[in-house]
T-cell receptor, first 111, second 116 residues
Framework: SQQGEEDPQALSIQEGENATMNCSYK?????LQWYRQNSGRGLVHLIL?????REKHSGRLRVTLDTSKKSSSLLITASRAADTASYFC???????????FGAGTRLFVKA | SAVISQKPSRDICQRGTSLTIQCQVD?????MFWYRQQPGQSLTLIAT?????????ESGFVIDKFPISRPNLTFSTLTVSNMSPEDSSIYLC?????????????FGPGTRLLVL
């Protein structure tokens, strides 16, 4: 399967702490995206990082990409209860025409 | 960007029946996709909806079971045919708004389907 793997599968932290989620994938990519999903609703696009980028920031989000290790991480700083959701990485593979979603990390932020 | 609506938002259906899910976008978009998300799982791509032609199905999904239409650049339907309890899932429509936004998908709110 081309599906990426994410770890941890679940993460529980206190409000104000940082949350780090990791994603690994299997073949060369054009880009990698992170999405958030609240309570089984539609996904919301958070950030896209291209294969020639190493780090990207958006507000409290920081994404890194290491193409040599075929991995990415999403850091959420100063977490809030409203950040409670499932987070998915997704990759557009080189030469492919579809996006492959990882298994997801369920984040629970306790107030 | 794109704003997407789906109808119905949820439904409970009897096995053997069919359900058609509608996806409406507020602007013309380049690509439209249909995903299935089984309880507690990740997203699995069912097919790419092609405007004016047959959809492109992923391995494990066939047109007889999941017929798809896309008559124009803002609308698509997915039908789940001859349903069984194994079809109970969330069905999600997504779009790539333009060539400039390849890599960014916008998702509809999903349709929760329960088959009894």
């Amino acid at each position: 399967s081309q599906q990426g793997e994410e770890d941890p599968q679940a993460l529980s932290i206190q409000e104000g702490e940082n949350a780090t989620m990791n994603c690994s994938y299997k073949t060369s990519i054009n880009n990698l995206q992170w999405y958030r999903q609240n309570s089984g609703r539609g996904l919301v696009h958070l950030i896209l990082i291209r294969s020639n980028e190493r780090e990207k920031h958006s507000g409290r989000l920081r994404v890194t990409l290491d193409t040599s290790k075929k991995s990415s991480s999403l850091l959420i700083t100063a977490s809030r209860a409203a950040d409670t959701a499932s987070y998915f990485c997704a990759t557009d593979y080189t030469g492919g025409f579809k996006t492959i979603f990882g298994a997801g990390t369920r984040l629970f932020v306790k107030a | 960007s794109a704003v997407i609506s789906q109808k119905p938002s949820r439904d409970i259906c009897q096995r053997g029946t069919s359900l058609t899910i509608q996806c409406q976008v507020d602007s013309q978009v380049t690509m439209m996709f249909w995903y299935r998300q089984q309880p507690g799982q990740s997203l699995t791509l069912i097919a790419t909806a092609n405007q004016g032609s047959e959809a492109t199905y992923e391995s494990g999904f066939v047109i007889d079971k999941f017929p798809i239409s896309r008559p124009n650049l803002t609308f698509s339907t997915l039908t789940v045919s001859n349903m069984s309890p194994e079809d109970s899932s969330i069905y999600l429509c997504s779009v790539v708004a333009s060539e400039a936004e390849v890599g960014t998908q916008y998702f509809g709110p999903g349709t929760r389907l329960l088959v009894l």
